[in-house]
């Protein structure tokens, strides 16, 4: 059994700061790709930022150089630093690893989100 715990959220007016961790455990054999999404109201889920095993790093054009994805590969953990927010960046975020249990073959498992409200 996998589980994806998400913290961090909360409110904050724009040009605040929030970090995300997303804590990964269970039995897990070895965690690939890691990444968060976001999703706002009436709109579909989307890809904020990813990062390899190796800390090879993606993001969404609009959060570029505002937001900074790592990860501790010794602890399973995931963390997403978000500066200079906006109102804009309102959204629930969702924690995805693309992992292999000790029992199963990689697949994708999902946390179950944290909202982060920005607004004065």
């Known amino acids: 059994q996998v589980q994806l715990v998400e913290s961090g959220g909360g409110l904050v007016q724009p040009g605040g700061s929030l970090r995300l961790s997303c804590v990964v455990s269970g039995s897990i054999f070895s965690i690939y790709d890691m990444a968060w999404y976001r999703q706002a109201p009436g709109k579909q889920r989307s890809l904020v930022a990813t990062?390899?095993?190796?800390?090879?790093?993606d993001y969404l054009y609009s959060v570029k150089c505002r937001f900074t994805i790592s990860r501790d590969n010794a602890k399973n953990i995931l963390y997403l630093q978000m500066n200079s927010l906006k109102p804009e960046d309102t959204a629930v975020y969702y924690c995805n690893a693309l992992l292999r249990t000790t029992t199963t073959i990689p697949a994708n498992y999902w946390g179950q989100g944290t909202q982060v409200t920005v607004s004065s």
């Open positions: 990062v390899t095993k190796g800390g090879s790093t």
